[in-house]
């Protein structure tokens, strides 16, 4: 977690980032007026990426966690992977204002949470196509109400091809009245046709289990239409899967009724009338049925756009535990692997899991365990994906990682949640570790000075000594592989930056942030942590080969 240390720090390079931002938000503007210039979009995404590395230097993951989303967009129109680019260039621009007051609050608040900006992210990674983070474990209501039957079947659900050419009417004025929603044509009149399409689908599906959805949809667009709730881009991407949602029942007719809609769907709908501000009837039903009064999102934007409200340490200890539990369920399914289970399908479930606890950790700014897990998730999927048959190994493998994770996990969330760990080092050993963090903070701020400087040699010439100072220490407290990783970082600064005077790329500049950074969360691991675990500077390590150290 951050500390005052890196505030400051941040407080140094923060007017830098707030102009590259401004120059990034000017290309862009040049880009949506000629989209022919491609450049003008190259040069927004390296300006992008230059705010994620200043802001992975000083350790704010989660501030840098929207930044990687943010260049992830721009990368993605750049390859030409976004249906709607009109949308994407909106959300891109958008993100590209809210950062600078994100770091705004973030300086003023010293909670580094970008679940505060979470329907910005959501809407970033709804142009991209990709999986809500309304899907995490930051929200979880219950969905019991959902498996629950409501009313007596219509007599249409049993006459199958009836249904379906009911199903493909209400299917074409959907899918015309939310066309001219998503393009913001006579708003109210296309609302009003999709409340009609929602009201008579609902009666149409009643007792039967595909009524939950068009229920909550019904008060989603009936939020839309009170401007309760309002037209992002994620929302019209919900409005374009409940689209989905018709097809299906206009090509399976009663086949479909007899499965229950998607759960990501459901989840991602009550995500929306739970963190409304205000309530009508139909929203007022849903948050009654569904609970979400008791179970509101981690946080959201106020009213204000430009007041971002803060996290309370009770809602940070429920996901802390909703975390560990979801931890609980994917070493039962790994454990089923090891013993004959269906793999390629725990597989499955077991990544899905991990993603929704990757990014729970990432709004939660856990920057260097969100890593581990991601890591884990790519090697997953590549195993799901062989052609060879799984064998043990690999999935012992998977459960030493899990270990891994775990032992990281536990000293996190009780980081994050106000948990204090049972295990202490003595006081000279503390003051020892307090000492060396020190001295690592002071080699991070003159890092940072150096980059904003342009690579002005004089702000780092002191780095070698306060990282010796720093690799004495860990010598005295047997900490050899962290001392030694040390003096690799100091080969490589005196060597490359000093000596040398090279001008590092950015991916050398996060390689050399990841090592100091490792080291640094090692420390403070071991002050609140039962171990001492070292498989935490793996990551150092692989980053100073990275360097060619």
């Not at 149409?204 to 239409?225: N, P």
């Not at 799901?384 to 270990?403: F, V």
């Not at 000594?465 to 040390?486: F, H, M, T």
């Amino acid at each position: 977690m951050a500390d005052n240390r890196q505030y400051t720090a941040l407080e140094w390079v923060v007017k830098e980032i707030n102009e590259t931002l401004q120059e990034s938000q000017r290309v862009l503007e040049n880009y949506a007026n000629d989209p022919q210039d491609v450049t003008q979009l190259r040069f927004c995404q390296t300006l992008i990426h230059q705010v994620y590395g200043s802001l992975h230097m000083v350790g704010f993951h989660g501030a840098s966690m929207l930044a990687e989303e943010m260049e992830t967009l721009a990368q993605a129109l750049l390859d030409d992977q976004v249906s709607e680019r009109k949308e994407a260039l909106e959300v891109l621009m958008r993100a590209i204002l809210q950062l600078p007051i994100y770091l705004e609050q973030l300086q003023h608040t010293k909670r580094d949470y970008p679940a505060t900006v979470l329907s910005l992210l959501n809407d970033i990674r709804s142009v991209l196509g990709a999986s809500l983070l309304s899907e995490s474990t930051l929200f979880t209501p219950n969905l019991d109400p959902a498996h629950t039957l409501v009313g007596t079947a219509h007599p249409i659900t049993q006459d199958d091809l009836t249904l379906r050419e009911l199903a493909s009417k209400l299917r074409k004025m959907y899918r015309y009245a939310a066309a001219s929603v998503i393009h913001k044509i006579n708003m109210d009149e296309n609302l009003s046709y999709l409340l009609k399409v929602a009201e008579r689908t609902q009666k149409l599906l009643q007792g039967t289990k595909r009524y939950c959805v068009w229920e909550i949809a019904y008060a989603v667009i009936d939020g839309l239409h009170k401007k309760i709730i309002e037209p992002s881009a994620t929302i019209k991407g919900l409005l374009r899967e409940l689209d989905g949602e018709l097809k299906v029942l206009e090509t399976k007719g009663i086949e479909a009724l007899g499965h229950f809609p998607p759960e990501d769907l459901l989840k991602n709908l009550l995500y929306y009338i739970g963190s409304s501000d205000k309530e009508s009837p139909s929203i007022q039903k849903i948050r009654e049925r569904y609970e979400l009064n008791n179970l509101m999102p981690l946080a959201k934007v106020s009213g204000d756009e430009n007041s971002i409200s803060s996290v309370d340490s009770q809602t940070l200890r429920a996901v802390a535990d909703a975390i560990r539990e979801e931890f609980t369920d994917i070493k039962d399914r790994l454990d089923d692997c090891i013993h004959g289970g269906n793999t390629r399908k725990n597989l499955v479930v077991i990544q899905t899991a991990l993603q929704r606890v990757n990014d729970t950790l990432a709004i939660l700014g856990v920057g260097e365990l969100r890593q581990s897990v991601s890591s884990t998730v790519i090697s997953i999927e590549s195993i799901r994906h062989q052609e060879e048959d799984i064998n043990n190994q690999q999935l012992m493998d998977i459960a030493h990682s899990l270990t891994d994770i775990e032992i990281q996990l536990d000293a996190s969330l009780s980081t994050i949640s106000g948990d204090k760990n049972a295990y202490h080092l003595d006081d000279a050993q503390s003051a020892s570790v307090e000492q060396c963090r020190n001295g690592l903070e002071k080699a991070k701020d003159a890092i940072v000075d150096y980059i904003a400087t342009q690579w002005d040699v004089v702000h780092i010439n002191n780095v070698p000594a306060i990282l010796r100072q720093v690799r004495g220490n860990l010598s005295v407290l047997a900490l050899q592989q962290a001392s030694d990783i040390l003096s690799g970082c100091i080969f490589y600064i005196e060597s490359q930056l000093i000596e040398k005077e090279i001008k590092p790329k950015w991916q050398q500049l996060d390689s050399l942030a990841d090592v100091i950074a490792s080291v640094d969360y090692y420390l403070e691991f071991m002050s609140v942590a039962r171990e001492n675990d070292t498989t935490i500077l793996d990551k150092a390590e692989d980053s100073l080969e990275s360097l060619g150290v």
